[in-house]
Structure formats: structure tokens, C-alpha cells
């Protein structure tokens, strides 16, 4: 394509705002009402706030992203993001991501949740969670207002918050310091051996064990007798 005069200068201008788009690190954007969002080969981290989006398409470089508030049913994996916020969407499932530590998908539609190989913090409250598998890394759990009835042993979780779940049992957890367990189903629970802090209020447990290093622990509203 060949330009003259005038027009050779509004083509280079537009040939370098385009590369000035195309090579940037950071966007943001708000209450935009964008549906989909393209391909940045070098964006490093994305803010797109309470826009319309329904569509995000895997970012090569991408490693932090908030996207609360928007429309997406889908995010696909991202193969170097470390943090991402994707809370108030209508997610209906999460795929495995390689390098995630943190997420935060609280008020979505999930039903299920993978094992993440390096997570170690996630926020999946307020979803319709019915199981949860065990996570290698994770230590902070915040479960609470989901739909499980079981829980399975996670060997690097100190910190929990299932209450308003349905939960009937609840195992030993080896390194667990912190419990909400409020408004489940339990009852029995068993001695934790690190727990400082746990709240069963709101439970059907008919007794307690001693707990060794518990500091403080509320069973109020059970049937706890003796």
C-alpha cells in the first residue's frame, strides 16, 4: 500500500498509535460496555470493571487481571497469570491454570473446581459448589454459602470458611489453625491438632472433644449436653 503527502503522514500515525496499542503492558477500563475483548501479545496485567464483557480470549503474557463485575459464562486458561479476580460473573466452570497462586471467584455459578497445581489462596464463596477436590499447595479456603455436604483432608490448608454450607462430617485436617463451620450439618467433629480458632455454632453435634491448642471456639445453638 503506498500513501503520498498527507496521507503518508496520517498512515505512519496511525501505524504507531496501533503499535502503541498493540504493545501495551496494562489496560484498564471501566464500566465500559464492551462485550469482547481482543488479543494482547505483551499486556502483563488487565483491569476491566463491572463492563458487559462475555468474551476473553487467552492472554500469552498476562500474569494479574480483575474482571469483576462483568458477563463472562467462560475464562479460559491462562497459561502465565498469577492473581486473578473474577468475582460477580456468571462462571459456570474454571479450568486448571499452571501458574495461579490467588483467585477470587466468589458470586459466580460454579457447580465444580479443579485441583490447582501451585494455588494457595482462593475465594469461591457464594457459588453452587456441590464437591471439592484436594489441593496440593492451597492454605486459605474461603468456601462459605456453596452446596457441599462432604470435605475431604487438605494437607496444606490453614485457614478455613465453610459455614452455610451442608456439611454432615469433617475430617481431620493436620495443619488447620483457623475453622468456620457454622451453619452446616455436623455431628461429630473430630480433634484437630493445630486449630486455635474454630466457630460451630449452628450445628447438630451432641459433644465435643478437647481441643489442644484451641484459643477460642463458639458451639453455640447445638445439642451439646455435658
Known amino acids: 500500500y503506498k500513501v503520498k503527502g498527507s496521507e503518508s503522514w496520517n498512515f505512519a500515525k496511525i501505524l504507531i498509535l496501533y503499535k502503541k496499542q498493540y504493545d501495551k503492558k496494562k489496560i ?10 481482543p488479543i494482547y501479545p505483551n499486556m502483563e496485567s488487565c483491569y476491566l470493571l463491572y463492563c458487559k464483557l462475555t ?16 458477563k463472562l459464562t ?43 497445581p501451585v494455588m494457595e489462596y482462593c475465594d469461591l464463596s457464594q457459588n453452587n459448589l ?3 477436590p484436594v489441593q496440593p499447595k492451597m492454605k486459605y479456603y474461603k468456601l462459605n454459602n456453596n452446596d457441599l455436604t462432604t470435605f475431604l ?4 490448608m490453614e485457614y478455613c470458611d465453610l459455614s452455610n ?34 466457630n460451630l455454632s449452628v450445628n447438630n453435634l451432641t459433644s ?19
Open 28 to 37: 484498564e477500563m471501566y464500566e465500559s460496555k464492551i462485550t469482547s475483548f
Open 55 to 70: 468474551y476473553f480470549p487467552v492472554q500469552p503474557k498476562m500474569i494479574y487481571c480483575r474482571l469483576i463485575g462483568n
Open 74 to 116: 467462560y475464562f479460559p486458561v491462562q497459561p502465565k497469570m498469577i492473581s486473578c479476580f473474577l468475582n460477580n460473573n456468571n462462571l459456570t466452570s474454571f479450568f486448571v491454570q499452571p501458574e495461579m497462586k490467588a483467585c477470587y471467584l466468589d458470586n459466580n455459578k460454579l457447580t465444580t473446581f479443579p485441583a490447582q
Open 130 to 132: 456441590i464437591e471439592f
Open 153 to 156: 483432608v487438605q494437607p496444606m
Open 165 to 198: 454450607n451442608s456439611l454432615t462430617t469433617f475430617p481431620i485436617q493436620p495443619i488447620m489453625e483457623y475453622c468456620d463451620l457454622s451453619n452446616n450439618s455436623l455431628t461429630t467433629f473430630p480433634i484437630q491438632p493445630k486449630m486455635t480458632y474454630c
Open 208 to 226: 465435643f472433644p478437647i481441643q489442644p491448642k484451641m484459643t477460642y471456639c463458639d458451639v453455640s445453638y447445638n445439642n451439646i449436653t455435658d
